[in-house]
Structures are given as C-alpha cells and as structure tokens.
C-alpha cells in the first residue's frame, strides 16, 4: 500500500522530471543552482548541459544535489551519483525505463526527452563525484 500511496504523489510532482514537458535553458534565470553546481562540483564542460536538463526538468523535486533538492519522496541523492561508474549506457538505460533497470522504481521515464538529451543527462550524472 505504501508504495502505491507513494508511486500516486511522486509521478504528479516529478512529471517534469524527465518527461520532456518542462525543458527550457536555464542560462540567466534568476536563483537557478546549476552556477552554483558548475563551480562547486568542478563539473566539466560537457557535463553542463546534463546539469541544465537536471535543473529545468524539476528533478530536484524529488532529489537532492549539491544542496539544492528535496528528500521528502526518498529519492536518492545524486551529488556523487558519478563515484559508482555506472556508465553512460547505464544512465541512459535508467533514464529511458527506470523500473526497467530497478524493478519497481517509481521515478518516470524520460524516454521522452529524445538520445541526445537524454545523454546530455548521462554525462552529467556520471560528471558528478560529489561536492568538493
């Protein structure tokens, strides 16, 4: 029954997480954390447009990272997501089907979001190795 319960508040609050709908730059946007991100997290070049897709598509309504975010719905933590060396592939795995790769994972899929996206996310999260 939890998970259920769960499942019904995360999928409305995350739907922008990843489902396309929500995916504008961020660049010059006012209170935006991904500056922040950039220079706390050494984030190479390539990973900044994964950190602006992060941002804009309203993941941190369910996780955290480098600060910014919420724990409410148990999501995990991504600051150091990186440290696992998961891959690339893996990533985008998980993003395209999430409960394809963890059964019975709430967070939605983002197959939406197209492959150069949706790698664009991959390199991001695999840039992040945890606050410095």
């Known amino acids: ?3 259920l319960v769960t499942f019904a508040v995360l999928v409305p609050l995350a739907a922008g997480c990843g489902s396309g709908g929500h995916t504008t730059s961020v660049r010059g946007v006012a209170g935006s954390p991904v500056q922040r991100w950039i220079e706390v997290e050494h984030l190479p070049k390539k990973a900044i447009p994964g950190a602006r897709l992060f941002e804009s ?13 919420t724990t409410v719905l148990n999501a995990p933590p991504l600051t150091s997501i990186g ?3 998961l891959g690339v592939q893996f990533q985008i795995a998980h993003l395209k089907c999430p409960a394809c790769v ?4 709430p967070m ?11 790698r664009a996310f991959a390199v991001f999260l695999e840039a992040s190795k945890g606050t410095h």
């Open 57 to 69: 598509a309203s993941c941190t309504v369910c996780h955290t990272y480098a600060g910014s975010g």
């Open 83 to 85: 440290k696992r060396h």
């Open 1 to 3: 029954m939890r998970r």
């Open 102 to 105: 963890n059964p019975g994972s």
């Open 108 to 118: 939605p899929p983002s197959k939406s979001l197209g492959e150069a996206r949706l």
